[in-house]
């Protein structure tokens, strides 16, 4: 299995874009985490999908956050409009459920000029 | 929710000398307690993890041991090499809640 694949690998845009990070989890994996690493902040859950139902968004920051999977193999987040702030390293994560140990991609690097 | 804290957050010891790291959590709920290794440009990898049912766990140098009376859990590397540096990450998780601690920079000196 090539493990749970992330891309773009960095991302550069300019204030006010919409960037869309891409995550395909291990197939068989019922569970998708997206998480935001910063110095300030560490890890923080973004968002959590069970079979490709979105659970608890309740650590989205703000609306300009949106998260979709339309299927068991493919997640996106959307940033839009994109600001300063949200410059962080995004990670998607998969497992076979919550009291399992987590996959993690190699993460999205995400700097907002 | 859940609240875990993580001590210390960097750690430098000397190649073949053990490393512990220690983590508290709050939530009594909290039932999973798995560990993660963070290289440079990487995401999380587990490395290990206990359940509220076992008080320790051991794979070859690394072992975990929980309280969950005290509500702590701790990892212990032994025979450090200098590619065990890295960040380390302790978790809990109570039902559809996972929190991660801050992170421990541990470095190995040869």
């Known amino acids: 299995d090539a493990g749970v694949i992330q891309s773009p690998r960095h991302e550069v845009t300019e204030m006010g874009q919409e960037v869309t990070l891409r995550c395909k989890p291990i197939?068989?994996?019922?569970?998708l985490f997206w998480y935001r690493q910063t110095m300030m902040r560490g890890l923080e859950l973004l968002i959590y999908?069970?079979?490709?139902?979105?659970?608890?968004d309740s650590g989205m920051p703000e609306d300009r956050f949106s998260a979709k999977m339309p299927n068991a193999s493919f997640s996106t987040l959307k940033i839009q409009p994109s600001e300063p702030r949200d410059s962080a390293v995004y990670f998607c994560a998969s497992s076979p459920g919550w009291a399992y140990g987590y996959t993690f991609g190699s993460g999205t690097r995400l700097t907002v000029v | 929710g859940e609240n875990v804290e993580q001590h210390p957050s960097t750690l430098s010891v000397q190649e073949g000398d053990s490393a512990v790291i220690k983590c508290t959590y709050s939530d009594s709920a909290s039932n999973y307690f798995p560990w993660y290794k963070q290289e440079l440009g990487k995401g999380p990898q587990l490395i290990i993890d206990i359940r509220s049912n076992v008080g320790e766990k051991k794979d070859q140098r690394i072992a975990v041991t929980l309280n969950k009376t005290a509500k702590h859990f701790s990892l212990h590397i032994t025979e450090t090499q200098p590619e065990d540096s890295a960040v380390y990450f302790c978790?809990?998780?109570?039902?559809?809640?996972?929190?991660f601690g801050a992170g421990t920079r541990l470095t190995v000196k040869p």
């Open positions: 197939s068989g994996h019922n569970s």
């Open positions: 978790a809990a998780s109570s039902p559809y809640d996972m929190r």
């Open positions: 999908f069970n079979n490709n139902v979105p659970i608890d």
